[in-house]
């Protein structure tokens, strides 16, 4: 008989793209897998139409008025009845949840129907939708943090299996690292809400690098409004570029980069540590519990990253910090070895051996 997942998901990049590489594996090994997300997670669901979805509205009442505090809790109620007639209808054999909010409603209302429950955090903090579901889960699957950071009763629970790569990723090789070039290569990543401050403050320091470094090539993700001004000013200052919104082979371009200037979600850090890309972390400041700083600081403590804060991300200290990497290289070789010794490979296997205990 064939055996039924669902899998649940908010819509940012950190908790969907998680999802969507475990259903592809699922899948490919002759489970039923449908996913349940809000409406930003279907937008990445665009190439992914044989997969069965189900949409979700829900609104976190964290930090809102009494009246949009309000209107949040009448969106879950809204969506746990909805989330029923969900299960009941597909009578899945597990439901997984990797976080955000829209994710709480469905993994909640399994404990109705007797279905089991694994969720997955891929934060060095446990998210708050996460962290109210943890006593009804079966397994807790991190990518970096550790059973001690735990309560006693919640320990043995946990399974540490590191980060859910998209496969490409996974299985990438240090050969492939295009480390013969003659140009520097540095690409900028936003993360999947963009990173306006970026295209403020990068190209003015890309083209003080130009006069100090002969070849340099700027491959830079940017919001829709930014684009053409960006590509402009690269142009007139005779700058090799890429600016994009969006890129379906990210690996191509990080395999082809001597440094990555990036916003510090938990999938896009841990694609750059897999594929030994240097980068400088900068954190969004308003991320939730400060998780995008913690899993920043997470990778620097371990040697794998510079961190440059929000408040001090200015063309000075970011041309600074550059410039005297790009005269060092031992600093990223140094950088790189560390990162080699945080290679996870047998993510998907480690799960589906888990999994198999409870369907």
Known sequence: MIKKIIFSTGGTGGHIFPAINLMKHFFDKGYEVLIVT???GNKFLKNFSKFKSYTLSASTPTNK???LKFFSYFLIFFSLIKSAIILKREKPNLVFGFGGYVSFPISFVTRFFKIPLVVYENNVTVGRANKYLLKYSKKIFTSKISKNSFSEKYRNKILKVGPILNKKILNFTTSKKNNNKNNFSILVLGGSQGAEIFGKVIPAVVKKLKNEVSEIQINQQCI???KN???????ENNIK????EFNDDILQLILSSDLAISRCGASTTAELVHTLTPFIGVPLPNSVDNHQYLNGK???N??????LEQSQFNTKSLFNLIIEVIRNKNKLEDIQKNMKKNYSKSVYSDIENEIKKFI
């Open 298 to 300: 997470y990778y620097e």
């Open 224 to 226: 829709s409004k930014q």
């Open 65 to 67: 008025t009494l009246i």
């Open 38 to 40: 809000d409406s930003r």
């Open 241 to 244: 570029n890429y600016i994009f």
């Open 229 to 235: 001004e960006i590509e402009s000013y690269y142009e």
């Open 302 to 307: 371990k040697g794998c990253c510079w961190l």
